[in-house]
T-cell receptor, first 109, second 114 residues
Framework: KNEVEQSPQNLTAQEGEFITINCSYS?????LHWLQQHPGGGIVSLFM???GKKKHGRLIATINIQEKHSSLHITASHPRDSAVYIC???????????FGTGTRLQVFP | DGGITQSPKYLFRKEGQNVTLSCEQN?????MYWYRQDPGQGLRLIYY???????QKGDIAEGYSVSREKKESFPLTVTSAQKNPTAFYLC?????????????FGDGTRLSIL
């Protein structure tokens, strides 16, 4: 069992739909990162959060530390949101990031 | 603009050859990392360095070597001892000294065996 699990693994949506990607973890982490990986492979950091909720444009990330669960929401999805979304967390008191396997999102016009 | 530059984007290697992947950052970050990404798996840590002239093995260091002679550079050598080197390799850096600083990633190098 992976220490960081994401669901779903693959997701397709029509433009405009509301998207939710979930991340659950079984290890102690101090914060959770949401990353976006585009088809070319480069990774961009979207959010880092240790409590509550953060919003950036159409993206919203929430985390419940007690339940060890985080969600990434995309409102009014657009084809340019098509990418792999990865959650990751640093193990407490270490420099090591533990990564989920990613959720591949495809948004069709 | 500050960032991480990985080169080349695509790399081909003959069996039995060593090959070196370049990673340069101008973010003045202390820590640098190398990850390997395989289909269906999360990124796995190969090596990391928190300071110049020091580095530690990650989870899958066998068959790889690194050096950190300069703060801005952290090259990764894939040696002939790495039996399955075909993968996507990502370099990252992070500023240490403050809690939960995010890692910044390069665009990756895709290595294939001929």
């Amino acid at each position: 069992k992976n220490e960081v699990e994401q669901s779903p693994q693959n997701l397709t949506a029509q433009e405009g739909e509301f998207i939710t990607i979930n991340c659950s973890y079984s290890v102690g982490i101090s914060a959770l990162h949401w990353l976006q990986q585009h088809p070319g492979g480069g990774i961009v950091s979207l959010f880092m959060l240790s409590s509550g909720k953060k919003k950036h444009g159409r993206l919203i990330a929430t985390i419940n530390i007690q339940e060890k669960h985080s969600s990434l929401h995309i409102t009014a999805s657009h084809p340019r949101d098509s990418a792999v979304y990865i959650c990751a967390g640093p193990l407490a008191d270490t420099d090591k990031l533990i990564f989920g396997t990613g959720t591949r999102l495809q948004v069709f016009p | 603009d500050g960032g991480i530059t990985q080169s080349p984007k695509y790399l081909f290697r003959k069996e039995g050859q060593n090959v070196t992947l370049s990673c340069e950052q101008n973010l003045n970050h202390d820590a640098m990392y190398w990850y390997r990404q395989d289909p269906g798996q999360g990124l796995r840590l190969i090596y990391y360095s928190q300071i110049v002239n020091d580095f530690q093995k990650g989870d899958i260091a066998e068959g790889y070597s690194v050096s950190r002679e300069k703060k801005e550079s952290f090259p990764l050598t894939v040696t002939s001892a790495q039996k399955n080197p075909t993968a996507f390799y990502l370099c990252a850096s992070r500023q240490t000294g403050a809690l939960n600083q995010p890692q910044h990633f390069g665009d990756g190098t895709r290595l294939s065996i001929l």
